[in-house]
């Protein structure tokens, strides 16, 4: 594609790299057919290949309105489109760009600016989360079913191995996974203590910063991802292996770290190294499945049939395809099929709240193609994903979901 940027845009980081990915594009249109916006609405605006026009307008100079940044917002950022385009265009970076000049070109109506400020404040705050959800599980039966179905139910952690293992990886506490599923992190230490590894968080760490960062705010994101790096990095140089993440959305920003702060001289390199050493927990577990299945192999086979959900953020965010199904598979749970599995569940971040519709549409049919092959239980990889699939789930056959990583654990769990 031709570009002809605007010379306040031309010159810059954001300008160079944004006329890099738009001079990929060939206008195919590959990328319309896996597209879930434009599946729901068949307008080519509600498409990739639309939206890299619109962002190309802007850029240009052309007028900017509240439509643009409409069409703009109704993209989920699943980079479903990335996964199809076979001319590699970086559709998830550009996106970012465009948002945020649209956002500053166009603004924010008062009620939209405030719903946004809400979740940038509420959701990254792991303690203040906590208490409104605490509190929402007490009143959920006089709340309105749409705000009831958002909550979810108690998970138990249970007992989180004390590190003693040569081999330490730090984990990702993250903002909303410790108050909704603090399971999730505990089965992934007790998985990985019997595999000799021991997994332990850094105290300051929190927020990965992809509330702000989605919600077109990369100062508030830069100070999350800092905070990180500066609580990670005694650990890093002690030796830390890895950099674990059980949140395949989290992982795709900590695996964005060091480009995200590749211009600033105090953190590119730090955030670089912090980005290299990410692993999402698929792959750390995939890394030692020889020992895996020595300890699997003494266990009673699973023998119930499960449905996988892969999270947009692992399957095209993350690029990693069909490593958790083969983990599953290689624990003794029969996989069943789940048609247009590259299609997202309309969570995506904070979109179920910000695009209620279309996310509810994008939910019916997900849930309809999970429970098509009469699953047991769902798994999936990525708590946004979880809470929101299950309260679909809820809504319909109540078929259980669980994070992937608590299955292992608890086949791991059984008598040897
Ligand atoms: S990121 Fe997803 S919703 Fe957005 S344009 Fe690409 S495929 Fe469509
Ligand atoms: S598939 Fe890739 S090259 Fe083709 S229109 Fe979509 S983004 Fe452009």
Not at 43 to 69: C, F, N
Not at 77 to 94: A, D, F, K, M, N
Not at 157 to 169: F, I, L, N, V, W
Request: glycine share 8%; hydrophobic share 40%; net charge neutral.
């Amino acid at each position: 594609m031709q570009t002809n940027l605007a010379d306040w845009i031309k010159n810059t980081p954001e300008g160079e790299e944004a006329d890099s990915i738009l001079r990929k594009c060939v206008h195919c249109g590959f990328c319309l057919a896996t597209c879930p916006t434009y599946n729901l609405l068949g307008d080519e605006l509600e498409s990739p290949r639309g939206r890299i026009y619109l962002m190309k307008q802007v850029m240009e100079g052309e007028p900017v309105t509240a439509k643009t940044q409409l069409h703009l917002d109704r993209c989920l950022t699943c980079r479903s489109c990335e996964s199809t385009c076979p001319s590699g265009v970086q559709y998830g970076r550009l996106i970012d760009i465009g948002r945020e000049l649209v956002e500053r070109k166009v603004g924010r109506s008062t009620g939209e600016g405030f719903k946004r400020r809400v979740l940038k404040n509420l959701l990254p705050q792991t303690a203040l989360f906590s208490a409104g959800l605490a509190a929402g599980r007490m009143v959920k039966g006089m709340l309105p079913t749409s705000l009831a179905a958002k909550i979810t139910a108690h998970r138990d952690a249970g007992e989180t191995p004390a590190p003693h293992h040569a081999r330490r990886m730090l984990v990702l506490a993250g903002c909303v996974q410790p108050a909704m599923a603090p399971s999730i992190n505990a089965a992934t230490a007790r998985v990985l203590d019997r595999l000799g590894i021991s997994l332990f968080t850094a105290a300051e760490a929190g927020c990965c910063g992809a509330i702000p960062h989605h919600l077109n705010d990369p100062h508030e994101s830069h100070q999350y991802i800092k905070r990180n790096i500066d609580a990670w990095w005694p650990h890093i140089e002690a030796g830390a292996e890895a950099i674990v993440v059980t949140a395949s959305g989290c992982g795709t920003m900590v695996a964005e770290y060091g480009h995200i702060l590749r211009n600033d001289a105090a953190y590119a390199e730090k955030a670089q190294r912090v980005s290299d050493l990410f692993r999402d927990v698929s792959q750390v577990i995939a890394a030692e499945s020889p020992a895996l299945s020595t300890l699997l192999a003494a266990r009673q086979p699973a023998n119930s049939r499960i449905a996988f959900h892969s999270p947009c953020s692992l399957q095209h965010g993350l690029k990693i395809r069909g490593v958790v199904e083969g983990l599953l598979r290689d624990a003794g749970y029969e996989l069943s099929a789940v048609p247009d599995g590259h299609f997202c569940c309309g969570s995506a971040g904070t979109y179920s709240i910000l695009q209620p519709e279309l996310s509810k549409q994008l939910l019916a049919n997900k849930v309809k193609a999970l429970e098509s092959g009469a699953p047991m239980l769902v798994a999936t990889a990525n708590i946004g994903c979880l809470a929101h699939i299950e309260a679909g789930l809820n809504a319909s056959s109540k078929i259980p979901i669980r994070h992937w990583i608590e299955l292992i654990d608890e086949r791991l769990a059984q008598p040897g």
